[in-house]
């Protein structure tokens, strides 16, 4: 009997989620996005959602993990998130993750591209935002987002904690479930900590309202 699915190489696996870099992302914000992309194509998952992107930023990222109240939440946060693959998250493998908000245009941004966000506008004149390859429309949005706020603060490329913000602050987001249900309080990590070179040089130079 011939099996169902043609067998594929992992480069083959790979493709659908992407594997070009993002312009704009800082290092760990960066290294972060390949590990949910790779996680991604390890699960079986149809696309790069906020909870692969949770889970990668958690590993990655410091910051991020400071953001959190110790060793006990960070525990049981990390736990609820690698039981995906064999409970909560086999309901999400038919679906894609989208707040519905943001018209999306599904489309690659084009490398050294400084912007995501689509040329063109929806009808109603609102904005459009590319989903990147690979990646959910909410999760394309939050990155968006967590560029554009990084720049008109500091100028500099995105932090994981921008990254995370960015997130949180889209209630449908499949991270904000996963944080919900581990008793985080996701209100709280919707404001990144301000506390990096750049930030600093920032609040010297005359600061702005997170100063």
Same mark, same amino acid.
């Given at each position: 009997?011939?099996?169902?699915?043609?067998?594929?190489?992992?480069?083959?696996?790979?493709?659908?989620?992407?594997?070009?870099?993002?312009?704009?992302?800082?290092?760990?914000?960066?290294?972060?996005?390949?590990?949910?992309?790779?996680?991604?194509?390890?699960?079986?998952?149809?696309?790069?959602?906020?909870?692969?992107?949770?889970?990668?930023?958690?590993?990655?990222?410091?910051?991020?993990? %400071?953001?959190?109240?110790?060793?006990?939440?960070?525990?049981?946060?990390?736990?609820?998130?690698?039981?995906?693959?064999?409970?909560?998250?086999?309901?999400?493998?038919?679906?894609?993750?989208?707040?519905?908000?943001?018209?999306?245009?599904?489309?690659? %941004?084009?490398?050294?591209?400084?912007?995501?966000?689509?040329?063109?506008?929806?009808?109603?004149?609102?904005?459009?935002?590319?989903?990147?390859?690979?990646?959910?429309?909410?999760?394309?949005?939050?990155?968006?987002?967590?560029?554009?706020?990084?720049?008109?603060?500091?100028?500099?490329?995105?932090?994981?904690?921008?990254?995370?913000?960015?997130?949180? %602050?889209?209630?449908?987001?499949?991270?904000?479930?996963?944080?919900?249900? %581990?008793?985080?309080?996701?209100?709280?990590?919707?404001?990144?900590?301000?506390?990096?070179?750049?930030?600093?040089?920032?609040?010297?130079?005359?600061?702005?309202?997170?100063?």
């Amino acid at each position: 009997m011939q099996p169902r699915i043609p067998w594929q190489s992992p480069r083959d696996r790979a493709a659908p989620h992407g594997t070009g870099d993002v312009p704009g992302l800082g290092a760990e914000a960066a290294a972060a996005l390949a590990a949910a992309r790779r996680r991604a194509v390890r699960d079986g998952d149809r696309q790069v959602d906020t909870a692969h992107l949770l889970h990668s930023l958690l590993e990655h990222d410091p910051q991020v993990r %400071a953001a959190f109240d110790g060793g006990p939440q960070l525990a049981r946060l990390l736990g609820y998130l690698v039981q995906r693959s064999i409970g909560y998250g086999l309901r999400w493998q038919g679906g894609v993750e989208d707040s519905g908000a943001v018209p999306a245009v599904t489309a690659v %941004a084009p490398p050294g591209r400084t912007s995501l966000a689509a040329d063109p506008a929806d009808s109603d004149g609102a904005p459009a935002v590319t989903v990147v390859e690979g990646l959910s429309p909410l999760a394309s949005a939050a990155l968006e987002q967590a560029r554009a706020e990084a720049a008109r603060r500091t100028g500099g490329p995105a932090r994981g904690v921008d990254l995370l913000a960015a997130m949180v %602050a889209h209630p449908q987001a499949r991270a904000v479930e996963v944080l919900t249900r %581990a008793g985080v309080d996701v209100h709280a990590l919707r404001t990144p900590r301000d506390d990096g070179p750049q930030d600093r040089e920032a609040c010297l130079e005359g600061g702005g309202p997170s100063c």
